[in-house]
Antibody, heavy 121, light 108 residues
């Protein structure tokens, strides 16, 4: 069974940092790109960051560029999202998702369970 | 970036009725690089359709996708109680990938 299990998240003050993790099982991790997608409470979906199968290429939404870093460890079947200089508008549920490509710009399936990041003083 | 506009925002229907959801792109989406997702409260999105018209594994055949260019449609032929949810379209033709704002299908 394909599974994406997320960890991390929580409450952080503006300007703070947080690291999200996503560990996968049930498929060959380094055959796929991975992405993070977020959803502010009661709002729609926003792609945040993506990484190629080998970690060699990454991409970011303009809203997080320069503050967030996506990385992966194919030996640990895990993808990470390091979030620095967090702002109130980064408050959202964050989902990791497998990309149906070795790149990060394709359709997403499946999705992790989501983790809530709250940025508040 | 490509902007996707979904309509209507909310669709009020009864079980057994047909649902027709629209997704319009701000520019042509080549090769039908469009997907549809379903999201229920408290859950992660679930892939329904990719390539504009190909059902994902395990998706019932009452769900169908169509369209090309800038206009795409998701149709649910006969709504079941479990189909009342929010639906999103997503384009993956041009980076960054983008999502529509969602259509909520609610019980009338």
């Amino acid at each position: 069974e394909v599974q994406l299990v997320q960890s991390g998240g929580g409450v952080v003050r503006p300007g703070g940092s947080l690291r999200l993790s996503c560990t996968v099982s049930g498929f060959t991790f380094d055959d796929y790109g991975m992405s993070w997608v977020r959803q502010a409470p009661g709002k729609g979906l926003e792609w945040v960051a993506g990484i190629y199968w080998d970690g060699g290429t990454t991409g970011y939404a303009d809203s997080v560029k320069g503050r967030f870093t996506i990385s992966r460890d194919n030996g640990k079947n895990s993808v990470y999202l390091q979030m620095n200089n967090l702002r109130a508008e980064d408050t959202a549920f964050y989902y990791c998702t497998r990309v149906w490509s070795v790149r990060f710009d394709n359709w997403f399936d499946p999705w992790g369970q989501g983790t809530l990041v709250t940025v508040s003083s | 970036e490509i902007v996707l506009t979904q309509s209507p925002d909310t669709l009020s229907l009864s079980p057994g009725e047909r649902a027709t959801l629209s997704c319009r792109a701000s520019q042509t989406i080549s090769s039908n690089f469009l997907a549809w997702y379903q999201q229920k409260p408290g859950q992660a999105p679930r892939l329904l359709i990719y390539g504009a018209s190909t059902r994902a594994t395990g998706v019932p055949d009452r769900f169908s996708g169509s369209g090309s260019g800038t206009d795409f449609t998701l149709t649910v032929s006969r709504l079941e109680p479990e189909d009342f949810a929010v639906y999103y379209c997503q384009q993956y033709d041009t980076s960054p990938v983008t999502f529509g704002q969602g259509t909520r299908v609610e019980i009338k």
